[in-house]
């Protein structure tokens, strides 16, 4: 079974500030992919960033990276430099490969961690 | 593209009411997936179409919950009758599907508020 875990149900920073967001995964599956989207007030979900599990160096897009490391099973985002803007919920996400081991094709959701930007 | 679009943004309706949530995908998307959105809950996935086909609908709370999806266009969630325990905000996603990497388009999502 694949499980995503988000530890932080609320984080503050200031603006400007750098930040992560933890996410740790759980899957007995080799081959997935992990995914952070941000949910901002309005309500959407909106894709930021993709990691496989076979891709060698750590995922950046603009002021978001992800610090993946496989042995301890945790993808967290990191948002540099954090805007006002930016205050929202994080969802970390995984989908595996089905497959003997059972894999789901379907992504799993963490509960999110509400992030807060200070002026 | 327009994106997932899915109607109506907002639903107030009465108990034993039938609400229908629309949703249209990405074209050329395989995958759709509908979910449900709670406080309490957090985003729960209900059903999930792979070419139209359901594929996994375990997670439809119970039999007043149907979801169809007729053509590669178009795909409802019907509630029939509606509880005041069903109000949420309801996502539709699509994905393209065929590789790990390929990640999910959300729709706005649909406010439902049942009195």
């Known amino acids: 079974a694949q499980k995503i875990t988000q530890t932080q149900p609320g984080m503050f920073v200031q603006e400007k500030e750098a930040v992560t967001l933890d996410c740790t995964y759980d899957t007995s599956d080799q081959s997935y992919g992990l995914f952070w989207y941000k949910q901002p007030s309005s309500g959407e979900m909106i894709f930021l960033i993709y990691?496989?599990?076979?891709?060698?160096q750590n995922a950046t897009e603009g002021r978001y990276s992800l610090n993946f490391q496989k042995a301890r099973k945790s993808a967290n985002l990191v948002i540099s430099a954090s805007q006002l803007g930016d205050s929202a919920m994080y969802f970390c996400a995984m989908r595996a490969r089905p497959g003997a081991s059972g894999g789901s094709y379907i992504p799993t959701f963490g509960r999110g961690t509400s992030l807060i930007v200070h002026p | 593209d327009a994106g997932v679009i899915q109607s109506p943004r907002h639903e107030v309706t009465e108990m034993g009411q039938e609400v229908t949530l629309r949703c249209k995908p990405i074209s050329g998307h395989n995958s759709l997936f509908w979910y449900r959105q709670t406080m309490m809950r957090g985003l729960e996935l209900l059903i999930y179409?792979?070419?139209?086909?359901?594929?996994?609908d375990s997670g439809m709370p119970e039999d007043r919950f149907s979801a169809k999806m007729p053509n590669a266009s178009f795909s409802t969630l019907k509630i029939q009758p509606s509880e005041p325990r069903d109000s949420a905000v309801y996502f539709c996603?699509?994905?393209?599907?065929?590789?790990?990497?390929?990640?999910?388009?959300f729709g706005s999502g649909t406010r439902l508020t049942v009195v």
């Open positions: 179409f792979n070419n139209n086909v359901p594929i996994d």
């Open positions: 990691q496989g599990s076979y891709d060698e």
């Open positions: 996603a699509s994905s393209l599907g065929g590789r790990l990497s390929d990640g999910y388009t």
